[in-house]
């Protein structure tokens, strides 16, 4: 089936720095991608919409300029989390597909970020 | 919006079957309905899909009503690896989004 592959799983940074998380669609190309977080204990938040070519569609209340969103190429999908604070510690999933008849969404395996 | 609706959470014991009922009343005409299941620290993995009437896999049965707004995941014969977080998800209506609803937070116990 299709694999959405994550990258890093995990983290640690300190404040202040940037950091870069990947996301591959490896048996499938994937005009859209979803980025989440998710807190403890708490359900997966929709962050925004990576669109191959294009610039990414960010829900209400994510700062765009926070969370760096590209999606150059058909399989990889990047989302940076910049000058990063503690409360940006989370865990960060993407995912790709959906949206077509029987083709259900897949996720990565999900980064988590740890700001010292 | 095709809002997802579940129970919080329930607990079950090893070997019973467990059914997971979700509620999604603004469904639209050509949305399918995904279960997903989810581990701590982990992405959520895909179960079974479903548009209508009843789909079977290897791992669990998912049951759909004629009207759609609503969806029961049937897990068979549950074991202690079954407790996890299950959400159901839907297309929320032409808008290419999926917003997640709470999850069931199901408990096996031995």
Not at chain 1, 26 to 35: H, I, P, R, S, V
Not at chain 1, 50 to 68: H, P
Not at chain 1, 78 to 88: K, Q, R
Not at chain 2, 68 to 73: D, G, H, I, V, Y
Request: charged share 15%.
């Amino acid at each position: 089936g299709a694999v959405v592959s994550q990258h890093p799983s995990w983290v640690i940074c300190k404040s202040g720095t940037s950091v870069k998380i990947e996301c591959r669609s490896l048996d499938f190309q994937a005009t859209t991608m979803f980025w989440y977080r998710q807190f403890p204990k708490q359900s997966l938040m929709l962050m925004a919409t990576s669109n191959e070519g294009s610039k990414a569609t960010y829900e209400q209340g994510v700062e765009k300029d926070k969370f760096l969103i590209n999606h150059a190429s058909l399989t990889l999908s990047t989302l940076t989390v910049t000058s990063a604070h503690p409360e940006d510690s989370s865990f960060y999933i993407c995912s790709a597909g959906g949206h077509g008849d029987d083709s259900p969404l897949h996720f990565g395996n999900g980064t988590r970020l740890t700001v010292t | 919006l095709a809002k997802t609706t579940q129970p919080i959470s329930m607990d079950s014991y090893e070997g019973q079957e467990v059914n997971i009922t979700c509620s999604h009343n603004n469904i639209a005409t050509n949305d399918y309905i995904t279960w997903y299941q989810q581990f701590p620290s982990q992405g959520p993995r895909f179960i079974i899909q479903g548009y209508k009437t009843k789909v079977t896999n290897e791992v669990a049965s998912l049951f759909i009503p004629a009207d759609r707004k609503s969806s029961t995941l049937s897990l068979p014969r549950v074991s202690l690896s079954d407790t996890a977080v299950y959400y159901c998800l839907v297309e929320t209506s032409g808008t290419y989004k999926y917003i997640f609803g709470t999850g069931t937070r199901l408990k096996v116990l031995a």
